[in-house]
Every structure is written in C-alpha cells, then in structure tokens.
C-alpha cells in the first residue's frame, strides 16, 4: 500500500483533512489545484498546479498514479474516463460525477431509481420562467455550479423574476420542512456498504450555508432506519464505489425527500474525525486503497459549527473568541488556513463531544455565545 499512488482533484480543506489521515497509511497524497495557495498545498510533497476542470491538466495529473478520488465535484469527467482506459482507478466514477455535476441530470437519475425527491420542472432563463407562474412561490436552483448556498433562490412571485438566474435551473415546490438531514454513505469495490448515522443539518437562512450539525439527529428510529434504507438504495443505484453524503428533507407529514448528493467527503461528517470510530475521511481512503470499510459507530455525539470568514471589522473578534473556546473541554477546531478569504466563506469547524446529545448542544451554546461576544484587545 505504501507505494501506491493516490491522487486527489481539488486542494481545499476536504483534501487537506483526507492527507491527514493519509499519513497514518503511509501514504503520499498527489493533489491537482490552480490555486498555489489552497489549504493542501502545505501538506503535500506532490502538489501540482492545475486545473481540475481542464481536460490536459487532469490528463497529465493523473499519468502517473494509480487511484485517484476527488474533494470537489467540478472536476473534467472527460479527462477522467480517457485515465480509466489508460487503467487507471477513479472513484467515484465518471459517470457518478456527471450525474451529480448537473441538478436536472442528477434529479431525473433519482426519479429513475424510485427515489424521493422534491418535484420539479426544468427551466432555461427568465422568459421559460414566467411560463410557471402557476408553480410559485418555489426554490430555483442553478443545474451547474452551484455550492455553499450559491446558485439557490426563492421565487416568490412574478415580480421575483427579473432577478431569477438566466441560465439553466430547476424549480423545485417549496416543501414544508421539519428537519434537513444527511446521511453519509460508503461503498466499496465488492459492494459491501457501510452508513454513519443520520445528522441534522441547521442552515444560516440568510446565506443558505450550513450553520450547525447535530449527530445524532433529533428523528425517531423509524425515520433514521428509512433515511440509512434511502442512502444505501442511492448508493447501489449509483453503483458507487466511494463515499456519497446524501441530503434529506424531512418533511413536517413525516415524508423523506432526498434534495441533494455529494460523492466526495461531506461538510456533515466533519464529525466523524472526533465522534466515530473511523472517519468519513480514513473511510474513503479505505475504498480507494481495497482495505476493508471501518466502524461507522459512534463513540460520542456531538455539535459541529461551521467558522465563516467574518468582516473585516469583526476578525480580531474571532480571533480572541477561538483562544477563549480553546479553554473548554471536549472542544475540537480545525482551522483550514485559507487566504484572501471573503465574508461568509467556510475557514474552519469546531466540533464539541459530550456523552449525550443535550450535553454535546449546552457547550455548544456556551461556545457559539463566546464566539459572538464583542472583544477588547489587552
């Protein structure tokens, strides 16, 4: 294992949490970014300058590896099919990565699965918009390119319109939703499949951004064991070979609805490093090197809380906030060393361990309090 040569396309803090874990494997980790100074860059002996979604770069990339995986879905599939006939393994595959690069594709392959999902129609532009006045208010989504919140509006009514996206989108129905949750799933080459346990997502609904996530989530049994049954059924419909985070609805009539999928390392399983037996991170690793899949259980539960890039006004704030958090116990930050940052970007995550749920939420409390207090430099 320690010679084989494992690449990964993209260079933020997904990648870089991935060559952390690789470390303990003995492994190398080659990671194609454009960006010199992306977080994986100073973990690294093999990082190479590139982009991922240009055909040649990947092409010349992943020539010299035998495995490669990815941390960000805007990656060239092209280029990526022409490395599997070279012999090359790539997982997820190609065609895993097409299907979920694009939301229309990636909705009609669910709908072909039999799996829940949020009815939609396809839209391309403001004047194919307005043909649906009838299906307002409703969510419109960006088929491409959309992460983070970005590439996510609501319509409410006509006059909405003016300022929808001009490019191709769905228009999903507004739903009532109780709870969003996620699943993480894993997959390996002999089709075993291994699940974390659901968590609950909380959105900062301004930035439509991930605010907090609680595992385990706060559903009954009967709807974690649908929402596992909903996650392996994607999986096995992908035919996926890899780790896939499944997005959920629940809806306020009990109802589970599947809105989004990531095959890659998730924002919900940052958890896992501290909370699990084997994170989603070394769990990947285990399916791109053919070692057997690891405990998924939990060994504590826990908060985790997103770090966005604050204004300029409020980062020596933060900063004296995350020395006094660092006080608490059972407190974790991971901080991902990113530059030139722009408000509301992810720089980092503080995940909080308890015995129980309730414990886990009142640190948590306690620490997004502190976070939020106005400092006075000494």
């Not at 055909?55 to 022409?82: H, M, P, Q, R, S």
């Not at 129905?173 to 080459?189: A, G, M, Y």
């Not at 060393?337 to 640190?363: Q, V, W, Y």
């Amino acid at each position: 294992m320690e010679r084989l040569k494992v690449g990964v396309l993209g260079g933020g803090q997904l990648g870089s949490m991935l060559i952390r874990h690789a470390i303990d494997f003995g492994l190398n980790i080659a990671v194609l970014d454009k960006h010199a100074d992306s977080p994986c860059a100073r973990y690294t002996s093999s990082f190479c300058i590139g982009d991922p979604m240009n055909y040649d770069d990947v092409l010349a990339f992943g020539k010299n590896l035998d495995v490669i995986t990815i941390e960000k879905e805007a990656v060239n599939t092209k280029a990526l099919k022409a490395l599997v006939q070279q012999g090359k393994k790539v997982f997820p595959s190609p065609d895993i990565i097409e299907i979920i690069q694009n939301k229309n594709t990636q909705k009609k392959f669910l709908e072909s699965a039999e799996i829940p999902v949020v009815p939609a129609v396809t839209i391309n532009g403001r004047e194919d918009l307005r043909r649906y006045l009838n299906k307002l208010p409703g969510c419109l989504k960006k088929c491409e390119n959309g992460y983070d919140g970005k590439g996510v509006m609501i319509i409410k009514n006509e006059q909405d319109i003016d300022i929808a996206f001009e490019e191709p989108s769905i228009l999903e129905e507004l739903v009532d939703i109780k709870n969003e949750i996620s699943v993480i799933v894993t997959r390996n080459e002999e089709g075993v499949v291994h699940c974390y346990d659901p968590v609950m997502m909380i959105f900062d609904k301004e930035r439509m951004i991930l605010d907090y996530q609680i595992s385990p989530a706060n559903i009954s049994e009967e709807q974690a064991s649908d929402a596992i049954d909903i996650a392996v059924k994607t999986a096995k419909a992908l035919n996926l070979v890899g780790i896939l985070a499944v997005e959920m609805f629940l809806t306020n009539d009990g109802k589970l609805l599947v809105n989004e999928l990531a095959p890659r390392p998730h924002n919900s399983g940052h958890h896992t490093i501290e909370a699990c037996v084997t994170s989603q991170y070394e769990q990947l690793l285990r399916v791109v090197t053919g070692l057997p899949l690891g405990d998924t259980r939990m060994k504590n539960s826990s908060v985790m809380i997103n770090l966005l890039e604050p204004s300029a006004l409020r980062k020596k704030n933060v900063e004296l906030a995350l020395k006094e958090v660092l006080y608490s116990n059972d407190v974790h930050l991971h901080w991902y060393g990113k530059t030139g940052g722009h408000e509301g970007r992810k720089m980092g995550h503080i995940t909080i361990t308890g015995s129980t749920i309730d414990n886990a939420f009142s640190k948590a409390k306690t620490i997004r309090n502190i976070l939020n207090m106005e400092y006075e430099e000494s």
